[in-house]
């Protein structure tokens, strides 16, 4: 199993980024996917998740009309747009896939999910 992240980098503050997660060795059609950050001294948090058929969509408060998740069955890669960027989404971002069943009221807590990516940075400079 893998799920290889990228597209990060430095951008400036009000500037977008889109990142990849590719994902292999697992069926990812049976899997929610999801997106979760951790900024330096902090814990890692939930940003973004996407059903298996990607009918879902759920985000945190902080990302909230700012972000968005999709994915792309065909290539087995799930994506997160990022728009006006602030200083505080300077993270590490991690892909993860969660098992199909899981429900909305469980989709931001990392336990719920089987498989994660090494990260890719993303640093906001003003």
């Known amino acids: 199993v893998q799920l290889q992240a990228s597209g990060g980098g430095l951008v400036q503050a009000g500037g977008s980024l889109r990142l990849s997660c590719a994902a292999s060795?697992?069926?990812?059609?049976?899997?929610?996917m999801g997106w979760f950050r951790q900024a330096p001294g902090n814990q890692r948090e939930f940003v973004a998740d996407?059903?298996?058929?990607?009918?879902?969509?759920y985000y945190s408060d902080s990302v909230k009309g700012r972000f968005t998740i999709s994915r792309d069955d065909a290539k087995n890669t799930v994506y997160l747009q990022m728009n006006s960027l602030t200083l505080e989404d300077t993270a590490i971002y991690y892909c993860?896939?969660?098992?199909?069943?899981?429900?909305?009221?469980?989709?931001?807590?990392?336990?719920?999910?089987?498989?994660w990516g090494q990260g890719t940075l993303v640093t906001v400079s003003s």
């Open positions: 993860a896939a969660a098992p199909a069943t899981i429900i909305l009221s469980q989709v931001m807590f990392s336990t719920n999910y089987h498989y």
């Open positions: 060795g697992f069926t990812f059609t049976t899997y929610s």
């Open positions: 996407i059903s298996w058929d990607g009918d879902r969509t």
